[in-house]
C-alpha cells in the first residue's frame, strides 16, 4: 500500500463547475500538506500549502485537511479551461522530503 | 529571479551509456532537492543538499546515481551504466530554509532506449 493515494482520475466538468480533489494516506506522523499544479512537460508548481487540520483558502481554491481521519481535500471553485491540468497532493513529517500522490488529471471544458 | 533552470530539458541515450544533468537553483536558496517521476506517477524523492552538503538519499538511489552539488550552487546529477528502467523525468527543486515552498524547475526527460 503506498503512503499516499490519490484518484487518477481523469476528471472532467464543464467551465465553472466546483472541482474536488482528495488524497488519503496512511503516515501519521505527516503535518505539512500541499497542493501542486503541475501542466503537461513542466515541474509541479504550488498551489496550496498547510500545516495543520482546518481549511485555508486562496482566491478559487480551498484546502482542507482533516488529520483524524487522514484525508486531505483541494475544492477548486469556477473552474476555467487554464485550470486543466494534473494535481499532485503532496505532504511530510519535516518540511523538506515530500512524499506525492499519483495526481488527479482535470479537465475543464469550456 | 529567473526560477529553478535544469538542462538539458530532453536526453535519450543508448543502454549503458553515462549520462548528467545540471540544476541551477533559485539564486541564494540553499536546499536543493532531486525528484524523479515516472509517467502517470508523482515525484519520487531521490536525494536533498543544503548547501553543499548531500544530507539525505533515497533508496531509489542505486550505486549508478550520483549527485553533487559543488560549492553549494548548481548540481549536477550523474546516472552511469543506463537502464531502461531509468527513463523518467528528473526534478530539481530548491527552497530556502525559511520559506516551506518547494519550486520546481521543468525538469529533465531521459529516455533510454
Known sequence: QKEVEQDPGPLSVPEGAIVSLNCTYSNSAFQY???????????????????SSGNKEDGRFTAQVDKSSKYISLFIR?????????????????DYKLSFGAG???TVRA | DTGVSQNPRHKITKRGQNVTFRCDPISEHN??????????????????????A????????????????????????????????D??????????????KLFFGSGTQLSVL
Do not use: H
Not at chain 2, 531509489?60 to 549527485?67: E, G, W
Open chain 2, 87 to 100: 527513463s523518467a523525468m528528473y526534478l530539481c527543486a530548491s527552497t530556502d530554509a525559511t520559506n516551506e
Open chain 1, 78 to 94: 469556477d473552474s476555467q479551461p487554464s485550470d486543466s491540468a494534473t494535481y499532485l497532493c503532496a505532504m511530510s513529517v519535516d
Open chain 2, 54 to 85: 548531500q544530507l539525505e538519499k533515497s533508496r531509489l538511489l542505486s550505486d549508478r546515481f550520483s549527485a553533487e552539488r559543488p560549492k553549494g550552487s548548481f548540481s549536477t546529477l550523474e546516472i552511469q551504466r543506463t537502464e531502461q528502467g
Open chain 1, 33 to 51: 500538506f500541499m497542493w501542486y499544479r503541475q501542466y503537461s512537460r513542466k515541474g509541479p508548481e504550488l498551489l496550496m500549502y498547510t500545516y
Open chain 1, 104 to 106: 488527479t488529471t482535470v
Open chain 2, 31 to 52: 536546499r536543493l532537492y532531486w525528484y524523479r517521476q515516472t509517467l502517470g506517477q508523482g515525484p519520487e524523492f531521490l536525494t536533498y543538499f543544503q548547501n553543499e
